[in-house]
């Protein structure tokens, strides 16, 4: 039933950001998504169950971003820059995103399970997908760097990055390095 699980992760991810997740109820999911109660409950077990699928869906969906962002034409500085708006974006858009991508999980969001990947494998995941996207010689190391800076604003958010702020701090760290 990939159809019914579907219509249901996107019925829990509406009812998510309608209201806290102690607050979201089956019977609503369930007819949300046009299924019944009994659908629900085979697709996932239960509520807990579909939290944590719609966990996993949600850091899927992060890295699915991740991807389209690094398969771009641009050169390998842009490309890192955008997989750092890309993050403080979906993190400041997405609470389940910033969830996993800083490990502060409140009452209101689903509980991530030990099948969703914590912070440190998320953004070793991003790290090395943009590694592996880049030109070789690219160095796992500037995308660790693209990593941790997209983390900081998501972790001390202030002012919206405006746009190619984050580039140009990646850029002047490329310069710095390079001029040593």
């Given at each position: 039933?990939?159809?019914?699980?579907e219509?249901?992760?996107?019925a829990a991810?509406?009812a998510?950001?309608a209201?806290p997740?102690?607050?979201v109820?089956?019977?609503?999911?369930?007819?949300?998504?046009?299924?019944?109660r009994?659908?629900?409950?085979?697709?996932?077990?239960?509520?807990a169950?579909l939290?944590r699928?719609?966990v996993?869906?949600?850091?899927?969906?992060?890295?699915?971003?991740?991807d389209?962002v690094?398969s771009?034409?641009d050169?390998?500085?842009?490309?890192l820059?955008?997989?750092a708006?890309?993050?403080v974006r979906?993190?400041?858009?997405?609470?389940?995103?910033r969830?996993?991508?800083?490990?502060?999980?409140?009452a209101?969001l689903p509980?991530a399970g030990r099948?969703a990947?914590?912070?440190?494998e998320l953004?070793?995941?991003?790290?090395d997908?943009?590694?592996?996207a880049?030109?070789?010689?690219?160095?796992?190391?500037?995308?660790?760097?693209?990593?941790?800076l997209?983390?900081s604003?998501v972790?001390?958010?202030?002012?919206?990055?405006?746009p190619?702020e984050?580039?140009?701090?990646l850029?002047?760290q490329t310069?710095?390095?390079?001029?040593?």
């Open positions: 039933m990939p159809a019914a699980r219509s249901l992760l996107e991810g509406a998510l950001s209201r997740w102690p607050q109820r089956m019977v609503d999911v369930a007819a949300a998504a046009g299924v019944s009994q659908t629900l409950y085979n697709e996932f077990g239960g509520k169950g939290g699928a719609l996993r869906r949600e850091a899927d969906r992060y890295l699915d971003g991740v389209r690094l771009a034409p050169r390998a500085a842009e490309r820059a955008a997989v708006e890309w993050t979906t993190a400041r858009a997405q609470p389940l995103v969830a996993l991508l800083t490990g502060a999980w409140d209101g509980a099948r990947p914590g912070p440190g953004a070793r995941a991003v790290r997908r943009a590694a592996a880049l030109t070789p010689g690219e160095g796992p190391q500037r995308c660790e760097l693209a990593v941790r997209a983390l604003y972790i001390a958010p202030g002012e919206e990055p405006g190619g984050l580039r140009g701090l850029s002047a310069r710095t390095a390079g001029g040593r």
